[in-house]
């Protein structure tokens, strides 16, 4: 069955950087869209980037040009390297796979989360 494992969070201060990771399984992974969403406390949880299969991207505003999205076919592994992380990108970061491979919804299926605290 589909498998999303997520890595890479944790504590960082403001204007730090994480990498996190998604290990993926189960599927054929560079047949999908996948994405990363996030959820904080008393919030909706909201897309923060999505890659298609053929390496297109497309970003919230409230992360474009501080996150990059990408994936490692080879390694049937995304990733979101964030910088410049303010207190504002505390959340529980999730992996998502569409039920697509040229758009980024409807999500078939839902990682972990990972904890992301941005503080001082």
């Known amino acids: 069955q589909v498998q999303l494992v997520e890595s890479g969070g944790g504590l960082v201060q403001p204007g730090g950087s994480l990498r996190l990771s998604c290990t993926a399984s189960g599927f054929t992974f560079s047949r999908y869209a996948m994405s990363w969403y996030r959820q904080a406390p008393r919030k909706e949880r909201e897309l923060v980037a999505g890659i298609r299969f053929s390496g297109s991207t497309n970003y919230a505003d409230s992360v474009a040009g501080r996150f990059t999205i990408s994936r490692d076919n080879a390694k049937n592994t995304l990733y979101l390297q964030m910088n410049s992380l303010n207190p504002e990108d505390t959340a529980v970061y999730y992996c998502?796979?569409?039920?697509?491979?040229?758009?980024?919804?409807?999500?078939?299926?839902w990682g972990q989360g990972t904890q992301v605290t941005v503080s001082s």
């Open positions: 998502a796979k569409s039920t697509s491979s040229m758009t980024i919804g409807p999500i078939g299926s």
